[in-house]
DNA sequence: GACTCTCTAGAGTATATACTCTAATAATAT
DNA sequence: ATATTATTAGAGTATATACTCTAGAGAGTC
C-alpha cells in the first residue's frame, strides 16, 4: 500500500481510537514506523489529512444513500438505510466528535460539511417521500417535514457521543459498534407515531432487535 | 466581587466565547488583569475550574426542573421548561462543546455527569407523565416513555451544536440566543403526534413563534 | 512594631505539538 | 551508467500551554 493511504488509514484508526483532539502527527508517524518528514512530505498539514478523510466519508454516505426514484419505498428500504448509515458513522466515528473544532479550523471542510448536512437532510425527506408513496409512514404536513428530518438528523449523528458520555468508565473506545446500533432503536421511536398503522406492530417487533441493554443505569 | 468568583465568570465567557480548547488559564489570568500565580492561587488546575463551572450549571438546571408532583402540568408549565433549559443552555454552552474530551480527563466530571443525565431524563419522563395527567398528551406505552425522553434530550443537548456548524461563517460566536431558541421548535416538533387533539392547534401556533429563519440555505 | 495569614505578581519551567530543513536513499528515465 | 525525480529519515525549531516557585504586598492581631 502507498504511503499516503497508509497514513490516512492509520489517521482514521488513531482518531477513532483515542479522539482526533488526542493524536498528533508524530503519533501518526510513529504509529507507522515513519519519520516526521515523511508524513510532511505527502500532507502539508494535520488538517489536509482530516479533509481527505471527510472526502471518504462524505463519499461512503452518499453512496449509502442514494435512492432509487422509479418505485416506491418499503421497511426493508428503510431498515438498510438505517444499517448504512449506522455503520457509516461507525467507521468514522472520531469526525462527528470534534466536529466544531475541526469546521473552524479549516474553512474548505467548514463549507464542505455545511453542503453535506444538507444533502443528507435532503434524502433523510426524500426517503419519508418514498415511504409515504410505499405506504410505510403516513402523509405529513409538507411544513413538519424538515423538521422532522432535522430531528432524524439530530438523533443519529448525536447518538454515539451521548453513548461516550453515558458509559461510566472511559476505558478506551469502550462504546461497541452493536451499541452504536442502539441508535437505530432511537430513530424507529422517533418515526413510530407516522407510520401507517398496519405497519406498527412490524416495526415494533424490529425495534426489539436494537433495544438497549444498559440504558439508565 | 472576590477574585475566585471574577475568575470563574470570566472563565465561562471565555469558555462560552471561543471554545474549552481554545481557551488557557493564562488567557483567562491575562482577560482579568491577573497573574497566572494568582489564578493557580484559587484553583489547582484547569479542569477544577471547569468542575466549578459544571456544578453551577448543574444547580441551575436542577432548579429549572423542579416538578411539581402535587398537581397535573399543563401547556404553560411545558413552555417554562422549554425557555427555561434552553436558557440554560445558553449560559453555558460551551459545556456541551467539548463535553466528551471534559470528560475523559476529570473522573469526578464523568461520574457527576452522567448522574445530571440521568436525573434529567428521569426529569423528562415526569413532565410528560404529568402532562398525560394534565391530558395534555397522549398516555404511552411504557416501553416507549424512556426512548421519547432520551430523544427529546439528545435533540436539546445538540442542537446548539448543529447550529455552529451549520451556519456558514464562524465569525466568533454567531450564533445568537434566538437562534438557540429555535431548538423549541424542533422538540415541539418532536412532541406534535404525541399530543391530545385538542392542543394541536395551540402547539401549532405556539410553535410558529420559534420557526427557524433561515433552515435549509 | 513584630507576627501571621491571605493574596498577588511575574519570571520561569517542563513538556508537547505542528511543522521545517537538509541530506541521503530508492526508483525511474534516458 | 548517469541524470533526474520521488521518497524517506531524523534532527531540529518556534510556539504554546499548563503549571510552579519565590518574593513580596496588604490587612489584621497581639
Redesign the pocket.
Known amino acids: 500500500m502507498k504511503?499516503r493511504d497508509k497514513i490516512l488509514l492509520a489517521s482514521l484508526e488513531l482518531f477513532n481510537d483515542k479522539g482526533e483532539r488526542n493524536v498528533?502527527?508524530?503519533h501518526i508517524a510513529a504509529h507507522l514506523?515513519?519519520?516526521?518528514?515523511?508524513l510532511?512530505?505527502?500532507f502539508r498539514?494535520?488538517?489536509d489529512i482530516i479533509y481527505e478523510i471527510f472526502l471518504e466519508y462524505e463519499k461512503l454516505v452518499n453512496y449509502y444513500l442514494e435512492i432509487p426514484d422509479d418505485r416506491p419505498l418499503g421497511l426493508p428500504d428503510m431498515m438498510f438505510y438505517l444499517e448504512s448509515v449506522f455503520d457509516g458513522l461507525w467507521s468514522y466515528r472520531f469526525f462527528h466528535r470534534d466536529l466544531e473544532f475541526l469546521l473552524d479550523n479549516d474553512e474548505r471542510l467548514r463549507d464542505d460539511y455545511r453542503k453535506f448536512t444538507n444533502r443528507c437532510l435532503a434524502s433523510i425527506k426524500q426517503i419519508f417521500a418514498g415511504l409515504t408513496e410505499g405506504g410505510v409512514v403516513q402523509r405529513q404536513a409538507e411544513e413538519l417535514q424538515g423538521a422532522m428530518a432535522l430531528n432524524v438528523w439530530l438523533v443519529i449523528t448525536n447518538w454515539m457521543a451521548f453513548l461516550k458520555t453515558a458509559h461510566a468508565s472511559h476505558e478506551s473506545d469502550s462504546v461497541s459498534r452493536d451499541e452504536l446500533k442502539q441508535g437505530i432503536f432511537q430513530v424507529l421511536t422517533l418515526e413510530m407515531p407516522y407510520l401507517m398503522p398496519d405497519y406498527r406492530e412490524e416495526v415494533l417487533q424490529i425495534r426489539t432487535r436494537y433495544r438497549p441493554d444498559l440504558l439508565g443505569d
Open positions: 504511503t498528533t502527527t508524530n514506523g515513519i519519520s516526521p518528514g515523511n510532511y512530505y505527502h498539514n494535520k488538517s
